[in-house]
């Protein structure tokens, strides 16, 4: 059955740091998205891209995220300077269209020390 | 007010136990409907979509009443193994909020021998 795969699994960096978080969406899937939940708290919503642009992104989603699809199959998440505060389990997410079931990877545990 | 809302819980039932989730989303306008489960530590994983007419997977039926704009979910025979959170998940699925998901905090069970 095909996935979504998520690396690293878990990252752990300094406060300031840049990280890169990849996602690799089911194969015929066209629309990605990122979300996290802080510990103990609900999923939220970051951004979906559609079509090499972002379609929608919240108010979390500031100017230090951004999102990238590099190539045919990966889809990354980059946070330019890390804050104690994104410390979080970051989820990517795939789906044929925007209203059909999204399928989640297993995660990628960030803690910024 | 919170886009979808849940009883926390826990709830802790013996095996074999109907056990009924209730939910409720603040905007009329949502159109999809959906439960996933959430083991600890895990990434959510779709259980079932939600429709208007209701909706049954063997031990699991979903219910949806867009008046009340309530959502629930019922499991019978319940086993140890739906041991997890339990996820009520909207989309609004119009115009610029397409794809994005609203997640509520969940509901915890918990099934003991």
């Known amino acids: 059955e095909p996935e979504v795969t998520q690396t690293p699994s878990h990252q752990v960096t300094q406060m300031g740091q840049e990280v890169i978080l990849r996602c690799v969406p089911i194969s015929n899937h066209l629309y990605f998205y990122w979300y996290r939940q802080i510990l103990g708290q609900k999923v939220e919503f970051l951004v979906s891209?559609?079509?090499?642009?972002?379609?929608?992104k919240s108010e979390i989603f500031d100017d230090q995220f951004s999102v990238e699809r590099p190539d045919g199959s990966n889809f990354t998440l980059k946070i330019r300077s890390t804050k104690l505060e994104d410390s979080a389990m970051y989820f990517c997410?795939?789906?044929?269209?925007?209203?059909?079931?999204?399928?989640f990877g297993p995660g990628t545990r960030l803690l910024v020390l | 007010r919170k886009e979808v809302e849940q009883d926390p819980g826990p709830f802790n039932v013996p095996e074999g136990a109907t056990v009924a989730f209730n939910c409720t989303y603040s905007?009329?306008?949502?159109?999809?409907f959906f439960w996933y489960r959430q083991d600890c530590r895990k990434e959510p994983k779709l259980l079932m979509s939600?429709?208007?007419s209701g909706n049954e997977d063997g031990r699991f039926t979903a219910q949806l009443n867009r008046a009340s704009q309530y959502i629930s979910l019922l499991i019978r025979d319940s086993k140890l193994s739906d041991s997890a959170t339990y996820l009520c998940?909207?989309?609004?699925?119009?115009?610029?909020?397409?794809?994005?998901?609203?997640f509520g905090r969940g509901t915890q069970l918990t099934v003991w021998p």
């Open positions: 905007n009329s306008a949502s159109q999809s």
């Open positions: 997410a795939s789906s044929g269209t925007s209203s059909e079931t999204q399928y």
């Open positions: 939600v429709y208007s």
């Open positions: 891209f559609y079509n090499n642009e972002i379609s929608e």
């Open positions: 998940v909207v989309n609004r699925g119009r115009g610029s909020t397409l794809g994005r998901l609203y």
